[in-house]
């Protein structure tokens, strides 16, 4: 647990036994901060745009390389994924900017997801805190096991975010429904999956950094 500001605590998450085996160093840390979807702010924009102009060609060509985007890599090929296939969030967000000629301005929560992965290599997920039950967590699917309880079906052993109640993501993918920001969320829940090799430093910078473009302080 790590407290940051007056009232504001970074905390861990739980990870089922069975992972925590299989995955040395495998974890989750989630903030919750009162905050709202919308417009973005000057700031963030500015933010962007300065990202936009940092991130050049050369640098993209050699992000794999780097030790965060390399762990994540790593842990993508351990899960079964392909990491040159489905592209791990920040090699995605890099991709669109050469894609786009920059990074593009998509609302408050996208903006600040973005910075904050961009800046810090570590993926960042927006979660409607209202909508969850107890303490959040990492573990596997069960047999039969549909995503949010009502929603597509979960491969048997699939590596899910859940809470205490039901899963609310894949771990690296689709966010159920419910559980996505939208309009009515008045609470968000920040949370990033930690893997072997990425330093605790980095994970709490950028669910700080989130934290931050959120609250229109940076």
């Known amino acids: 647990m790590t407290e940051r ?12 036994p069975a992972l925590r085996q299989e995955f040395a160093g495998l974890g989750l840390r989630h903030l919750t901060v009162e905050a709202a979807p ?15 102009d940092r991130l050049h060609g050369q640098r993209a060509l050699n992000l794999r390389r780097e030790p965060i985007v390399s762990a994540y890599r790593v842990f993508f090929r351990q899960i079964g994924l392909d990491p040159d296939e489905f592209r791990t969030p920040i090699e995605a967000a890099v991709l669109e900017r050469l894609r786009a000629g920059g990074f593009k ?5 996208d903006d600040a997801l973005t910075i904050a992965t ?20 990492l573990r596997l ?8 309880g009502d929603g597509l079906e979960l ?8 809470d205490e109640r039901v899963s609310v993501g894949l771990i690296f993918g689709e966010t159920a429904p419910a559980f996505e ?20 430093i980095s994970v709490e910078e950028a669910i700080w950094v989130c934290a931050e473009v959120l609250r229109g302080s940076a």
């Open 141 to 148: 699917a069960e047999p039969g096991e549909r995503l949010g």
């Open 181 to 200: 920001v939208g309009r009515g969320t008045s609470a968000i829940t920040l949370c990033a999956v930690q893997v072997h090799g990425v330093p605790d």
């Open 5 to 16: 500001a007056e009232g504001t605590v970074l905390l861990d998450g739980w990870t089922a």
């Open 38 to 52: 919308g417009r973005s702010t000057q700031g963030a924009k500015e933010r962007l745009r300065f990202l936009s």
């Open 118 to 137: 961009v800046e810090t290599g570590v993926p960042v997920r927006a979660l409607d805190a209202g909508r969850l039950t107890g303490r959040i967590g």
């Open 105 to 109: 301005s998509e609302g408050l929560v």
């Open 155 to 162: 491969p048997e052993g699939a590596l899910v975010l859940a």
